[in-house]
Antibody
């Protein structure tokens, strides 16, 4: 059974750096083809893809946010970490991590974590 | 990259059927689209992937047979038959585009389905 859970601060101040951790079980990020992605959703708005990391450390970023994002993995801990610099109130959203196998869909998602950016 | 367009809302009576539409922008008629269900206060749940030939791969875990998909031209459809109260959700479509450093995943604006 594949499960993912996001964790991190619920409140960050403008200009600060956000660090989110996705802790998963039921699969390994050392298995060929496996990937974990991050997607966010501002309150009442659409989903927005942020980043994706694969088992071989191949990384993909949203072009509009690439300069602010870093995605890394710790295979031994079954974790993927996303950092986003220079946070702004418009970055207030629920942040989700999700499992992906190769060029297929995000088939398992976490419950999400709400991050509010406010001074 | 493609733009995915979804009507913001839809409604159907309990036990009826409804078809939700995700429309790809011009030039992307060969793209596959993923459908996701998002119940109130929950994370998205994968429903199924659809191309012009219909379903691609398998349905998501626990998705009932009442859910089906079709693809035609620029449109990708999700049909729900015998609608139940638990089907009241936001439905999102998403698609991959590009490869390597040009890879992106795009999502539509979502359709809120109300069960009457």
């Amino acid at each position: 059974q594949i499960t993912l859970k996001e964790s991190g601060p619920t409140l960050v101040k403008p200009t600060q750096t956000l660090t989110l951790t996705c802790t998963f079980s039921g699969f390994s990020l050392s298995t060929s083809g496996v990937g974990v992605g991050w997607i966010r959703q501002p309150p009442g708005k659409a989903l927005e893809w942020l980043a994706l990391i694969y088992w071989d450390d191949d990384k993909r970023y949203s072009p509009s946010l690439k300069s602010r994002l870093t995605i890394t993995k710790d295979t031994s801990k079954n974790q993927v970490v996303l950092t986003m610099t220079n946070m702004d109130p418009v970055d207030t959203a629920t942040y989700y991590c999700a499992h992906r196998l190769g060029p297929t869909q995000f088939d398992y998602w976490g419950q999400g974590t709400l991050v509010t950016v406010s001074s | 990259q493609p733009v995915l367009t979804q009507p913001p809302s839809a409604s159907a009576s309990l036990g009826a059927s409804v078809t939700l539409t995700c429309t790809l922008s011009s030039g992307y008629s060969n793209y596959k689209v993923d459908w996701y269900q998002q119940r109130p206060g929950k994370g998205p749940r994968f429903v199924m992937r659809v191309g012009t030939g219909g379903i691609v791969g398998s349905k998501g875990d626990g998705i009932p047979d009442r859910f089906s998909v079709l693809g035609s031209g620029l449109n990708r459809y999700l049909t729900i038959k015998n609608i139940q109260e638990e089907d009241e959700s936001d439905y999102h479509c998403g698609a991959d585009h590009g490869s390597g450093s040009n890879f992106v995943v795009v999502f539509g604006g979502g359709t809120k389905l109300t069960v009457l």
